[in-house]
Nanobody, 122 residues
């Protein structure tokens, strides 16, 4: 069973920064890839960034490249998303998720956290 718990969301002004954290409790074969997704009201859930839990190989969406950085601390089993130069369009509920496959497709992720709200004011 995989358990994911996010923290670190909040309200920030445009141009500011936030860091999201996600503690990952999982069997080793169920979290080959861990990632961040976001969903704004009325929109589909979209991929933000993912990282191979053991390899450390990271991939991010074009919309956040150069602004958001994903990392993980293997020892503490914590996933991070450092978000810089935030824009109002980054406002969403952010979710961390785990999959046994290295993929960016939300439907391939069976395990999800409860989500944390990020609001960027203009």
């Amino acid at each position: 069973q995989v358990q994911l718990v996010e923290s670190g969301g909040g309200l920030v002004q445009a141009g500011g920064s936030l860091r999201l954290s996600c503690t990952v409790s999982t069997r080793t074969d169920e979290a080959y890839s861990v990632g961040w997704f976001r969903q704004a009201p009325g929109k589909e859930r979209e991929f933000v960034a993912r990282v191979g839990w053991y390899s450390g190989d990271a991939v991010s969406a074009d919309s956040v490249k150069g602004r958001f950085f994903i990392s993980r601390d293997f020892a503490s089993k914590t996933l991070y998303l450092q978000m810089n130069s935030l824009k109002p369009e980054d406002t969403s509920v952010y979710y961390c998720a785990a999959s046994s496959r290295f993929t960016s497709l939300p439907r391939e992720y069976p395990y999800w956290g409860q989500g944390t709200q990020v609001t960027v004011s203009s």
